[in-house]
């Protein structure tokens, strides 16, 4: 082969004359595996032995456009314009270079040009619909790649495209009848079964999408895809047996992931199986350490196995791997307050505050603990701020009432105990088991059966 006597030559330092032709081939081949430096040498002898070639001096405009050398590129192509005005290869070239300074309009319109003087139009629309969709322009990209798969049924890469420009439209529907004609045309294509199958399943219609996914691992049995999506439809449809086994076909076809142990996981757990759940949700850890996901659950299995000091020791994983996230952080909180550690209970929901996770949950959950231990002035001030982002709601205004009677402010605390009752008198019951000497406090008891008796 040519490019074998190219290194043989490069090895021995002699030179030989190849033809046009095979530098050709010599320069795409080592474009193709990725080995540019022999590439730019054949270009270099190629233009030495054949100066005035047009081809060659492109092949080189591609090799600077792969490098950066954008300025050296365009300098070429202005020779290469001198000489060949109407080459394709020119125009095509020019659209990648601006295509790559971000001018895709620009990159477009020297497309549209090649494209008036290709006999050979598929990886020019191919090329186009690539420059629609950095323009977010979905509709005019899924156009041109419909016209590559028109032109070739196994271009199974613009036929992803077309999904994905249907996908970022948000048009489903007409996904599928695109997909329906597709496989009308190619009714053995296990890609476009399972396309349809993935249009169906956002639309939630799993009981179509099933079906889909099983012609896809009809026609190839070795389609990992198609048993994956067919997993996670089976669990939509509740079928979690029929999940797991499938979950467990692709485990056999190809490499683990922590993705189909989790899942299998989360199916044994729904079915009551909390032993095969912990074992597959470990392999998941185990095959991916930095899985947080993975540790969250076996933090939350151990949980709601009342073995706080397992759930503890897992999610101190989750959150060595991301403190940033605000759902482990709560987790740690309900965990510590379950072993009475207070202080890391607080510490933990400041930390979602912090995060900008605002629930009103982990509010009234930061002052009620602050509040056992004693912290009311801290806890008055949480209250404010989630005043301000919650008014009128009874929970805080019971804890308001609360707060200011302890603090001695009893004004304040009538006035939020009032403002309570009318929200949502039966919640009156917060006092009694957040604030139990406040409840049973005389004028307390009295003017809340005093409400009671005016709203009867």
Not at 224 to 232: I, N, P, Q, S
């Amino acid at each position: 082969m040519s490019f074998v006597k190219f290194e043989s030559m490069l090895k021995t330092n002699n030179v030989y004359f190849f033809d046009l032709t095979e530098f050709e081939e010599i320069i795409i081949h080592y474009i193709d595996i990725g080995k540019h430096s022999l590439a730019k040498k054949a270009v270099k002898l190629g233009l030495e032995q054949h100066p005035d070639s047009i081809d060659l001096k492109l092949l080189q405009i591609e090799l600077c456009v792969f490098e950066d050398k954008l300025a050296l590129a365009k300098k070429l192509l202005h020779q290469v314009e001198i000489l060949d005005p109407n080459n394709e290869e020119l125009f095509i070239q020019r659209a990648t270079i601006v295509s790559k300074e971000g001018n895709h309009k620009e990159a477009i319109v020297n497309l549209m040009k090649a494209l008036t003087l290709s006999d050979d139009k598929e990886d020019i629309w191919s090329l186009l619909g690539m420059e629609y969709l950095y323009l977010d322009d979905f509709e005019n990209a899924r156009l041109y790649f419909m016209n590559c798969v028109d032109q070739d049924l196994e271009d199974y890469a613009s036929l992803y495209n077309v999904v994905y420009c249907f996908d970022m439209e948000e048009k489903h529907e007409e996904a599928i009848d695109f997909l329906n004609k597709f496989i009308n045309k190619n009714p053995y294509c296990e890609v476009a079964w399972h396309q349809i199958g993935r249009q169906y399943s956002v639309l939630k219609r799993y009981e179509e999408a099933l079906v889909a996914y099983d012609f896809a691992v009809v026609i190839d049995e070795l389609f990992v895809g198609g048993y994956l999506e067919k997993a996670k439809t089976l669990e939509a449809l509740g079928a979690y047996q029929e999940a797991i086994d499938n979950y467990l076909i692709t485990l056999e076809l190809d490499d683990a992931t922590a993705f189909a142990f989790v899942r299998i996981g989360t199916c044994y757990q729904t079915l009551g199986n909390p032993v095969a759940a912990i074992s597959y949700y470990k392999k998941a850890v185990y095959e991916d350490p930095l899985l947080g996901k993975g540790w969250l659950y076996l933090t939350n299995i151990y949980f709601d196995q009342s073995n706080y000091e397992k759930a503890a020791y897992y999610i101190s994983k989750a959150l060595s791997i991301d403190e940033s996230d605000s759902l482990y952080w709560r987790r740690y909180s309900e965990i510590k307050l379950k072993l009475n550690f207070f202080e890391e209970a607080i510490k933990g929901f400041e930390m979602c505050l912090s995060l900008g996770d605002e629930d009103v949950n982990v509010f009234i959950a930061l002052v009620d603990v602050l509040t056992f231990v004693g912290e009311f002035n801290i806890a008055l001030k949480t209250l404010q701020k989630a005043q301000r982002l919650y008014k009128n709601l009874a929970e805080i205004d019971y804890r308001f009432a609360g707060l200011f009677w302890i603090l001695d402010n009893q004004k304040l605390g009538r006035t939020h105990l009032i403002k309570a009752l009318n929200i949502d008198y039966d919640n009156h019951i917060i006092l009694k088991e957040l604030y139990p000497s406040v409840y049973f406090n005389e004028g307390i008891q009295k003017l809340v059966c005093d409400f009671k008796k005016a709203t009867e």
